[in-house]
């Protein structure tokens, strides 16, 4: 025993690592030798531009997409040795999605939307729904709660997604263009959103985006260009 001051680690410990992912959809290489670490609590953002592979990195990552080589981990667990059941299991526990478009169930109302997680991990409506309640409130959306997608606004809608994507408590959140269809306003509320519940909840999230100031929002950036990280842009 020195008695000396131990140094606190810089980078949180990993959650998610993939190393050396390839991924080709036919003669396009869309991943070329992905290596990605994705700590607890730490938010990354994937930017880079269109077609450099950032959307199937991020489905590589949750389970969506297999690779064609290389490994995906989620707490130390192989996901390529995982059955499709215990996958689909891992994503509907651990993981949260808000995709650009939403994709709320438009026959459902707000409230029916973000309950869905729940409800689907095996809750009962009237809890879920109390809890979903209490997300919509979260993001500032609860007067939205009776509504359908088709009723709402663009940001409505979108925060509606990200209180559906946390209701659940994941350990991960993949947020793809999540502010895409948005205009830079509503796309700011959301990210404030967004990264306020994250933040008080300790979520990772890996964050797809081809804009800056949404990249801005991040601990970490991490540059895609045809299928590939970029070096660390030096100081
Ligand atoms: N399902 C698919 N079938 C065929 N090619 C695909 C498919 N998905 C992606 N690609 C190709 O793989 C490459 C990477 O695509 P990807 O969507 O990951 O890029 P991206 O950086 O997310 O682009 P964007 O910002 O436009 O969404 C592109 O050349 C794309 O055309």
Redesign the pocket.
Same mark, same amino acid.
């Given at each position: 025993m020195t008695g000396a001051a131990t140094a606190q680690p810089v980078v949180p410990e990993p959650i998610l690592t993939a190393e050396e992912l390839r991924l080709s959809? !036919?003669p396009?290489r869309?991943l070329d030798g992905v290596d990605i670490e994705i700590g607890a609590g730490e938010v990354v953002a994937l930017l =880079?531009p +269109? =077609? +450099? !592979?950032? +959307?199937?990195l991020l489905h590589c990552l949750a389970g969506i997409l297999r690779p064609d080589s290389g490994r995906v981990r989620y707490r130390g667990a192989a996901l390529d040795e995982l059955s499709e059941e215990a996958l689909g299991r891992l994503r509907r526990a651990e993981f949260g999605f808000v995709f650009q478009f939403g994709s709320l169930v438009p026959e459902l109302t707000a409230v029916e939307n973000v309950a869905l997680p729940l409800r689907l991990g095996g809750a009962r409506r009237r809890p879920a729904e109390d809890q979903a309640r209490q997300w919509l409130d979260r993001l500032g959306v609860a007067d939205v709660a009776g509504k359908h997608p088709g009723e709402m606004s663009g940001g409505q809608g979108q925060r509606v997604a990200v209180a559906r994507a946390l209701v659940a408590g994941p350990r991960v959140v993949f947020a793809d263009e999540p502010t895409g269809a948005l205009d830079t306003f509503n796309g700011e509320l959301v990210m404030e959103e967004l990264m306020g519940a994250v933040r008080a909840e300790g979520t990772s999230v890996v964050l797809?985006t081809?804009e800056m100031r949404v990249a801005a929002y991040a601990d970490r950036v991490v540059g895609?260009c045809d299928g590939a990280v970029l070096a660390p842009a030096g100081i």
């Open positions: 959809f !036919g396009t869309a =880079g +269109s =077609g +450099s !592979g950032k +959307s199937t797809v081809h895609l």
